[in-house]
């Protein structure tokens, strides 16, 4: 074969690690076989591009939201860009950098690189560029936080500054009077804690923390060893959620209104709320874990099984959540009022890298037990409204007294004082 020739070549293999037909972005490879048969082309033929995408439009990507089986490619003018920052995703330290990028339409996206594809982004060469500088993002995943779109980096994504395409022509054209630089923001020079600090931060047993005065801890973070022993499966596992603020929206005639943000323009998204009761070895507490709480533990967003698996009723749990049953974790809690109630919510949860719990034969509760409620709470969990009573439901309505107060009051001002 002579370099530069074009071919064309029959009867070959597209391969990954060792499974065929299987395309992965920068891990393919052709695997010639005995059949394969090489052809050279002589006749004139267009120019082969140097890159090929399939862009999506920004209004197009909120159908595609935690769909993650077939990524996205995005381009506009780069508006911002954020500096490093450190955020941790599933029990690590990951970096990530910020961007903001615009259409032709002026329509805006932030974009989010992690890891290291962000360190190959140079800035001092983006200062030095000509304006407009237009970027292409390949292999991205729409995602959504707070209620705003995103697009986030995967291990297949590349980025191309100024690529040789129509589009890239297209966008410069449009912005080439423009006088709007590149803003350069500098990333938060916050560091969030190790992560060993965050898993034992306020450390406490549940038999503690149920002796707590909830109203007068709402801003304290508590950590607890447990394991997740029951599933409620009496009470709904997902509601439809505002795709803004995440809150239980109700129907309104024809369309959804929201508390929040009034009647729905787009349609409502399903969110997860998975009543649980956790156990360490000095007892048992109620749980509710919203949102993506549930998704990191069983890895799959609530709108993959209501939309493409068909587990459209609430009263019916999948299967895929009996996973939940018998994991031992590092809950961080935090005390949070719902209504004329209060649940201690469970904001995120780490892998116990040292010895998960076990726990002895399970005891029967006594009905008398008062137990205390507690939610799974993350960035993106709303405060919802939930069902009015449920009788193993603790609600905190008398405030404890400076006599009454427990010991693990006590400890916990010492900690808060240290």
């Known amino acids: 074969m002579q370099l ?23 891990a393919a490879m052709l695997q010639f076989a005995r059949s394969t048969v090489f052809k050279n082309v002589e006749e004139d033929i267009p120019e082969i591009p140097q890159h090929k995408f399939n862009f999506v439009e920004f209004d197009q990507l909120t159908s595609k939201i935690d769909i993650n ?24 330290m990951v970096k990530r950098r910020g961007f903001v990028i615009q259409n032709i339409r002026e329509e805006t996206l932030n974009v989010t690189l992690w890891g290291e594809i ?49 589009e890239t022509k297209k966008i410069k054209k449009r912005f080439s009077h423009s006088i709007q630089g590149i803003d350069f923001i500098a990333g938060s020079t916050k560091k969030p804690l190790p992560l060993e600090e965050q898993k034992t931060i306020n450390r406490t047993t549940i038999i503690e923390l149920q002796a707590l005065n909830p109203y007068q801890n709402q801003e304290t973070k508590f950590t607890v060893k447990a394991i997740i022993t029951e599933l409620h499966i009496h009470q709904d596992w997902f509601y439809n ?35 649980a009761r956790i156990e360490d070895s000095t007892g048992g507490m109620n749980i509710v874990m919203f949102g993506k709480t549930v998704q990191s533990l069983i890895n799959k967003p609530c709108s993959i099984l209501t939309i493409q698996e068909g587990y459209t009723d609430p009263a019916v749990i999948p299967p895929i ?39 002895p034969a399970p005891t029967t509760i006594p009905s008398t037990e008062t137990i205390s409620s507690v939610t799974s709470f993350d960035p993106e969990t709303p405060q919802v409204e939930g069902k009015k009573t449920a009788k193993r439901q603790l609600t905190f309505t008398k405030p404890v007294s400076g006599e009454e107060k427990p010991r693990s009051e006590e400890k916990l001002k010492k900690i808060k004082h240290e």
């Open 4 to 26: 530069g020739t074009i071919y064309e070549i029959s009867s070959f293999f597209i391969t990954n690690n060792k499974q065929k037909y299987k395309i992965v972005p920068h």
């Open 69 to 92: 089986d077939i990524l996205s490619d995005v381009i506009g003018r780069v508006i911002s860009i954020k500096g490093r920052e450190e955020s941790t995703i599933n029990d690590r």
């Open 118 to 166: 962000g360190d190959n982004i140079d800035e001092n060469s983006l200062q030095t560029m000509p304006e407009p500088v237009v970027i292409a993002f390949s292999a991205m995943a729409a995602k959504q936080y707070m209620g705003g779109l995103y697009v986030a980096s995967t291990s297949g994504t590349s980025f191309y500054i100024d690529p040789d395409i129509p």
């Open 241 to 275: 959620a505002c795709p803004r603020c995440y809150r239980q929206i109700k129907q309104s005639g024809t369309s959804w209104w929201c508390d929040n943000h009034g009647h729905l323009t787009t349609m409502p998204i399903s969110w997860y709320k998975i009543n």
């Open 321 to 359: 959540l009996n996973q939940l049953k018998g994991m031992s974790k590092i809950f961080v809690i935090q005390f949070r009022p719902r209504g004329a109630f209060i649940d201690a919510v469970v904001i995120k949860s780490f892998d116990d890298d040292v010895q998960p719990l076990s726990l």
